[in-house]
C-alpha cells in the first residue's frame, strides 16, 4: 500500500463525523451567488513547504474545509486521481472513492483522466497493464451504480458512457464529458489492439458529442440560469508562439470537434457556460473561445498537476454577465489568474 493510501485511509477514519452532507440549495443571486468546489491531477507526490505531501494537505486541510463548507454542495473533479503508479490497479481506485465517501461527504462528480487509465500501460510502471482493462475498472469502481440523489437533481447518466453524467442545482445544468490526455487516447497504446483502441476513441467521441448536444437541448428546455461543463484534458495545450488558444484547439484534430460544438452550443443558448478541465498547470480562468461567438464562454483550468494544490471554489452569479464566474482557493481564498500561466 503506498503512502497515499495509508494517508488517505487514516485521514477517513478521522474524519468521519456527524455533519449532514444533504446538500442545500441556493440561488444564484447577487446577495448570494451559488458554489462548487472542482480540483484534479492531485495528488501528485508534491512536497510542500510545510514538508507535508499534497496527499497529506488534501486529507488534512482541503477535504474537512470542504466537509465544512455548507455553501459547497458537490464538488467536481476532472480525472487523473493520482500519477499513474498511484492509481492503476483497483485498491487504489476503491481508496479514493472511499475517501470522497467519508472525507468530504458530499457528492463527488468524476470524469475519468489519462492517468487513471490511458498511461496504466507504460513500461516504466511497476506492473503496466492494458489501458482497456483499467478503463473497464473505472467504470466497474466508480460508475456501476448510480448516485443515491434525491429527484430534484435530476441525474443522470449516459447508457453508452456511464461516466458521462449531467445534473441540475440551483437552476443550472452541470455534466461530464470523458475527454482525456494523450491525444484524447489516440496516442501510446502498448498493451491493445491499435485498431481497436482508436475504433473505440471514436466511439467515445461520438458519444461525447451526443452527450454534450443533450445537455444543452435540457438547458434550453429546462430554462437553466446557466451551464457547467467538466472534462480532464485541456483542449487548448500549452501556447505556440503567437496562435490563440481556439485556434491551437481547432489545430488539433482530437478535440476541434468539441471545441467547435461547445461553442455553437454556448452561442446559441445565450446564457453563461463554464467548461472546466484539468490536465495542465495552468491554473486560470479566462476566455479563450471567439468572445464574439460566445460573449458569456468561459474556461477554468483547475489547480493540481504539481503547480497549484489546491482547490477551485467556483461561484457562479447569473445577475453579473459581465463576470458570472469567480473562481478562488479554497485554502488561499485567492482569486483564480486570468492569465494561464504553462510554465513550470
Same mark, same amino acid.
Given at each position: 500500500m503506498t503512502r497515499y493510501l495509508f494517508v488517505v485511509l487514516l485521514c477517513c477514519a478521522l474524519l468521519c463525523g456527524s455533519m449532514a452532507c444533504a446538500p442545500k440549495r441556493v440561488g444564484p443571486t447577487a446577495e448570494k451567488p451559488f458554489q462548487f468546489a472542482a480540483y484534479? +491531477?492531485?495528488p501528485y507526490g508534491v512536497k510542500m513547504p510545510d514538508g507535508r505531501s499534497d496527499a497529506q494537505v488534501l486529507a488534512e486541510d482541503m477535504a474537512p474545509e470542504i466537509q465544512r463548507r455548507e455553501d459547497v454542495p458537490f464538488v467536481i473533479h476532472v480525472g487523473d486521481l493520482? #500519477?499513474?503508479q498511484d492509481v492503476c490497479t483497483d485498491a487504489q481506485l476503491e481508496a479514493h472513492k472511499a475517501f470522497?465517501?467519508?472525507a468530504l461527504r458530499k457528492p463527488v462528480f468524476y470524469t475519468?483522466? +489519462?492517468n487513471d487509465w490511458t498511461d496504466c500501460d507504460r513500461s516504466q510502471l511497476p506492473a503496466p497493464t492494458s489501458e482497456l482493462e483499467r478503463l473497464a475498472a473505472v467504470r466497474r469502481i466508480f460508475f456501476s451504480q448510480s448516485k443515491e440523489l434525491g429527484p430534484a437533481w435530476r441525474y443522470e447518466t449516459q447508457s453508452a458512457q456511464p461516466e458521462n453524467a449531467l445534473w441540475w442545482h440551483a437552476d443550472m445544468l452541470f455534466a461530464t464529458v470523458h475527454m482525456v490526455g494523450t491525444n484524447n487516447g489516440r496516442d501510446?497504446?502498448?498493451? +491493445? +489492439?491499435?485498431? #481497436?483502441?482508436?475504433?473505440?476513441?471514436?466511439e467515445r467521441d461520438e458519444a461525447n458529442r451526443l452527450w454534450l448536444e443533450h445537455a444543452f437541448t435540457l438547458a434550453t428546455q429546462w430554462h437553466a440560469a446557466a451551464v457547467v461543463v467538466a472534462m480532464q484534458s485541456d483542449p487548448f495545450g500549452p501556447p505556440e508562439g503567437d496562435v490563440e488558444?481556439?485556434?491551437r484547439c481547432t489545430n488539433r484534430p482530437a478535440y476541434a470537434a468539441f471545441c467547435e460544438q461547445i461553442l455553437m452550443l454556448s452561442a446559441n443558448l445565450g446564457k453563461p457556460v463554464l467548461l472546466i478541465h484539468g490536465d495542465t498547470n495552468a491554473y486560470c480562468l479566462d476566455q479563450p473561445f471567439p468572445s464574439s461567438r460566445a460573449p458569456q464562454l468561459w474556461r477554468l483550468n483547475t489547480p493540481g498537476d504539481f503547480k497549484v494544490i489546491d482547490v477551485a471554489v467556483v461561484s457562479i452569479n447569473t445577475a453579473s454577465p459581465d463576470q458570472p464566474f469567480i473562481v478562488t482557493g479554497l485554502?488561499?481564498?485567492k482569486v483564480a489568474p486570468q492569465k494561464c500561466d504553462y510554465s513550470r
Open positions: 484534479g +491531477d492531485m493520482g #500519477r499513474p470522497w465517501a467519508t475519468p483522466g +489519462d501510446e497504446i502498448f498493451l +491493445d +489492439d491499435p485498431v #481497436r483502441a482508436i475504433a473505440l476513441v471514436n488558444a481556439f485556434t485554502l488561499s481564498g
